[in-house]
């Protein structure tokens, strides 16, 4: 995420995490507990970083792009899935109907592993 175009407002690391990272970004060290404790996750990594969101896209860029349009996505998990693996094919943005789950869902997000960084995410009506 630090090397992603999000503004990152806040990291939480284990000591082994932030001994091994460096960054301008404020960086808080936790205890595995503490870090179970904020992420809402049963299992979380090492870190956890507070970031803005950002607007979802509005005018997608179809000319020579190659682009995924769901409709109807309900579960956040299989949304993150397909963001990841848009992600792995090089795909650069996804456009979901206004039916389809919630792209800022914690869920779609831990699915995601990380690639919403790099995938452009939309709605359109």
Known sequence: MINSD?????????ESWVSNHTTAIETITVSDMELEKISGLQSPNQVLA???????????????????????????????TIIRIADWFG??????????????????IQSSMGSFLRVKLGVQS
Do not use: F, H, R, W
């Open 50 to 80: 507070i970031a803005e969101q950002k607007k979802q896209m509005v005018s997608p860029v179809l000319t020579k792009n190659l682009t995924i349009v769901l409709d109807g996505i309900q579960d956040p998990g299989n949304l993150g």
């Open 6 to 14: 999000y503004t990152v407002k806040k990291i939480y690391g284990t």
């Open 91 to 108: 795909i650069k943005q996804i456009i979901a109907g206004m039916d389809t789950v919630e792209l800022y869902n914690p869920k779609v």
